[in-house]
């Protein structure tokens, strides 16, 4: 649509959605403070996470971790552990990582400006927006799916969401109905866009702007938003060997390329007198973001020592229990597979 409209024609939608927000905005515990460290971490748990999946999570990991201080000096596999149900590791290697940037290079104290919130570990623009509108007054608007949604069906605008410049374009669209208050109309987005102004069966009847939505009168709030292009999938084999004797199995920590990043998974290949326990295999089916994962597990069974000790020597793995792994982050279907694996 043309943005050649002064601003303020506009200026009471943003002001209808503070209203509607002070009267029912989700009794949430992080939006009882204003503390960034807080706002940030809640930021990065629910990105991937709905509140009612990642609410425990986030009140576990705050509650192990309360500040910037004691995040920065844990260990990094104690973070991966309390991570640990959220998936989507490298999350939490990189909330680790800023923590200790803000301890090496803020003396400490998070970041009070968008800019520089930016340069933490894995914050993108929508979360620096998220933290410096509701921590410290900042004036953006924190674009994410919401607001494309949002946007798109109030001003029936068939700007294409898969358009690299779909940010830029819906945050000046924003700017149109955004009061002084942003911090407060960024919550009011978020949860219009969760609550009522859902992908599929909005609540239209519900929501205090449909009388400005223009995808609403015209009914066709289906139509939007527009997004054309697919992020194709790739389909991904994998074999993993489970390796164990006595109760005991082997593993090891994978490195930080690739999926799964510092999570820890069974051995990949077993030498040829290991194959002689093999005593069965099972074919896990697990989706990623854009992966169709394909895994195919051998239960190896050794009942020689001497073989069982020679293979872990020569391949450095580490050897665990099922009590024991419970102390370990794995991806979630070999954290399945082990928990039904000694039941026989």
Same mark, same amino acid.
């Given at each position: 649509?043309?943005?050649?409209?002064?601003?303020?024609?506009?200026?009471?939608?943003?002001?209808?959605?503070?209203?509607?927000?002070?009267?029912?905005?989700?009794?949430?515990?992080?939006?009882?403070?204003?503390?960034?460290?807080?706002?940030?971490?809640?930021?990065?748990?629910?990105?991937?996470?709905?509140?009612?999946?990642?609410?425990?999570?986030?009140?576990?990991?705050?509650?192990?971790?309360?500040?910037?201080?004691?995040?920065? =000096?844990?260990?990094?596999?104690?973070?991966?552990?309390?991570?640990?149900?959220?998936?989507?590791?490298?999350?939490?290697?990189?909330?680790?990582?800023?923590?200790?940037?803000?301890?090496?290079?803020?003396?400490?104290?998070?970041?009070?400006?968008?800019?520089?919130?930016?340069?933490?570990?894995?914050?993108?623009?929508?979360?620096?927006?998220?933290?410096?509108?509701?921590?410290?007054?900042?004036?953006?608007?924190?674009?994410?799916?919401?607001?494309?949604?949002?946007?798109?069906?109030?001003?029936?605008?068939?700007? /294409?969401?898969?358009?690299?410049?779909?940010?830029?374009?819906?945050?000046?669209?924003?700017?149109?109905?955004?009061? /002084?208050?942003?911090?407060?109309?960024?919550?009011?987005?978020?949860?219009?866009?969760?609550?009522?102004?859902?992908?599929?069966?909005?609540?239209?009847?519900?929501?205090?702007?449909?009388?400005?939505?223009?995808? @609403?009168?015209?009914?066709?709030?289906?139509?939007? %938003?527009?997004?054309?292009?697919?992020?194709?999938?790739?389909?991904?084999?994998?074999?993993?060997?489970?390796?164990?004797?006595?109760?005991?199995?082997?593993?090891?920590?994978?490195? /930080?390329?690739?999926?799964?990043?510092?999570?820890? =998974? @069974?051995?990949?290949?077993?030498?040829? =007198?290991?194959?002689?326990?093999?005593?069965?295999?099972?074919?896990?089916?697990?989706?990623?973001?854009?992966?169709?994962?394909?895994?195919?597990?051998?239960?190896?069974?050794?009942?020689?020592?001497?073989?069982?000790?020679?293979?872990?020597?020569?391949?450095?793995?580490?050897?665990?229990?099922?009590?024991?792994?419970?102390?370990?982050?794995? %991806?979630?279907?070999?954290?399945?597979?082990?928990?039904?694996?000694?039941?026989?």
């Amino acid at each position: 649509m043309e943005k050649n409209n002064a601003a303020s024609d506009f200026l009471h939608i943003g002001n209808r959605l503070l209203e509607w927000y002070r009267n029912n905005a989700r009794d949430l515990p992080f939006r009882q403070t204003k503390d960034p460290y807080k706002i940030w971490i809640c930021e990065i748990v629910f990105q991937q996470t709905r509140i009612n999946q990642g609410l425990n999570h986030y009140n576990n990991f705050i509650k192990r971790f309360p500040d910037v201080k004691t995040l920065a =000096e844990a260990e990094e596999n104690e973070v991966l552990l309390y991570w640990k149900g959220l998936g989507y590791y490298s999350r939490a290697i990189n909330i680790h990582k800023a923590a200790q940037q803000i301890m090496n290079d803020y003396h400490g104290v998070f970041p009070n400006q968008y800019d520089e919130i930016l340069k933490l570990k894995g914050i993108g623009k929508y979360t620096a927006a998220a933290i410096s509108s509701i921590c410290f007054g900042g004036k953006i608007p924190a674009v994410d799916g919401n607001f494309y949604r949002v946007l798109s069906r109030l001003f029936a605008d068939d700007f /294409d969401i898969s358009n690299s410049r779909a940010f830029t374009y819906f945050s000046e669209l924003a700017t149109l109905v955004m009061p /002084d208050n942003v911090g407060d109309f960024n919550q009011a987005m978020m949860d219009i866009g969760s609550e009522i102004c859902k992908p599929k069966n909005p609540l239209c009847g519900e929501c205090p702007i449909n009388e400005d939505c223009l995808a @609403f009168s015209l009914q066709k709030i289906a139509n939007y %938003p527009v997004k054309t292009k697919k992020v194709k999938t790739e389909d991904l084999a994998l074999t993993y060997y489970f390796v164990h004797r006595n109760g005991e199995f082997l593993i090891r920590q994978r490195k /930080d390329d690739f999926i799964w990043k510092k999570l820890f =998974e @069974f051995p990949i290949s077993v030498s040829s =007198e290991m194959e002689t326990f093999i005593t069965g295999s099972k074919t896990v089916n697990h989706k990623l973001t854009h992966k169709n994962l394909s895994i195919e597990i051998f239960k190896v069974e050794v009942t020689s020592e001497e073989i069982w000790n020679r293979f872990v020597a020569e391949n450095q793995y580490q050897i665990t229990d099922v009590e024991g792994s419970h102390e370990k982050s794995f %991806p979630k279907p070999l954290e399945n597979y082990i928990q039904n694996s000694l039941k026989d």
